[in-house]
Structures are given as C-alpha cells and as structure tokens.
C-alpha cells in the first residue's frame, strides 16, 4: 500500500523506477521516515535529508533485477541510469549512493562511487544508509508484519520499540543485526524490542 507523505511523493514524481516487491519497497521506505522523524529531535539532518532517505528507501531493491546478491551495487547503477526530475546531480548521487548502502559493506573512500560525494553529502550518507538498513531489517519477511515504530532515547541507548499484532522475531533480529553502521555513525548503542499491539 503506498503511503500518503510528501517526500514519498516527491519521490514518485522524480521518477519510475520498478521493484521487485513493490509492497515492500513502500513499508521499508514508510518505516524508514518514522525512524527519521523521531531522531530528528535529537541529531541533526540538513533540510533535503528526508525526501533523499525517501527516494533511496523506495528504490532500494531495484537492482535486484540484474542480481540478487549483489543487487545494491545494481541499485546505485540503475538509479544514477535515469533522470529524476526535481533532484539535482548531487542529491541523485547521494540518493543512489543511500541505496546501494542499504546492505552489505559500509560506506568508504575506497568506493569510486561514494569519493565522488562531496565532503558534506558523505556523513549524511552515512546516517540516512544507517536508517534505512534498519528499516530493511524491520520488514524482513516482506510482509509487512511491523505496524510502526517508537523511538525512545534513554541510557545512551536508542530504543526502537516495534509495534506489531504478531511476534515478529525475524525482524526484531534483522533489525538488531544492523545496527553497527548505526551505532559508527550515531555514536549510539541501538536496542530494538518488540511491543505486541492489543486487538480491539
């Protein structure tokens, strides 16, 4: 189910680009942005950083077209392929470069395609790449069983309280296992819980 957001929709209307589990594609990028806007309030994202997070979160998965394990390489290369109206060069490189770092190894200067960033897009890169691997994580089975999430800072922890109608183990594990890039670029140590939603 696409989400009504305006930097979802910004995102569509730069460009159509297909995924292989469109469902997924939107749950991940919704969960994504309420990650997002909760740490909002306690570190700080440059204006352009949510609709960039929104873009890469539904286009991550893209290249899995061309290649299932290495399918995020194929993601940067095929979101740098088209024109997204609406985004400039730099923010389509960083766009590209937040997908392709939704898994897999961390950002680096040894990577071609994140050197080309400039200085003051590589840490946003980080922090939205971050974000959005734990999203990815938080709809593992691609059902979308997680409802939403609730952050909680406390301890110099971050806490992610899942909200679900079921036990969702496979994500709470999923999520928890990426949390390193988190935890390099936060500076925080990342707890995710699952919080069983009452049915009415």
């Given at each position: 189910?696409?989400?009504?957001?305006?930097?979802?929709?910004?995102?569509?209307?730069?460009?159509?680009?297909e995924?292989?589990?469109?469902?997924?594609?939107?749950?991940?990028?919704?969960?994504?942005l309420r990650l997002f806007d909760q740490l909002q309030s306690r570190f700080t994202f440059p204006p352009?950083?949510?609709?960039?997070?929104?873009?890469?979160?539904?286009?991550?998965?893209c290249g899995q077209f061309r290649s299932l394990s290495e399918h995020h390489r194929h993601s940067f290369d095929r979101i740098m392929a088209v024109p997204l109206r609406g985004f400039d060069r730099t923010e389509q490189l960083a766009?590209?470069?937040?997908?392709?770092?939704?898994?897999?190894?961390?950002?680096?200067?040894?990577?071609?395609?994140?050197?080309r960033l400039p200085p003051q897009y590589r840490r946003l890169v980080e922090?939205?790449?971050?974000?959005?691997?734990?999203?990815?994580?938080?709809?593992?089975?691609?059902?979308?069983?997680?409802?939403?999430?609730?952050?909680?800072?406390?301890?110099?922890y971050v806490t992610i309280h899942v909200e679900s109608p079921t036990f969702p183990i496979l994500e709470v594990e999923k999520a928890q296992a990426r949390a390193g890039l988190f935890r390099d670029v936060f500076g925080k140590d990342l707890l995710v819980v699952s919080e069983r939603l009452q049915r009415s």
């Open positions: 189910m696409a989400h009504a957001d305006p930097s979802l929709e910004r995102a569509r209307s730069a460009a159509a680009i995924t292989p589990d469109p469902e997924h594609s939107e749950h991940v990028a919704f969960l994504a352009e950083a949510r609709d960039l997070l929104a873009a890469a979160a539904l286009w991550h998965d766009i590209a470069n937040i997908a392709r770092y939704h898994r897999a190894a961390a950002p680096s200067l040894r990577h071609p395609q994140f050197q922090q939205l790449a971050a974000i959005l691997r734990i999203a990815e994580g938080l709809d593992a089975s691609h059902q979308q069983v997680v409802r939403d999430v609730r952050v909680e800072f406390a301890n110099g």
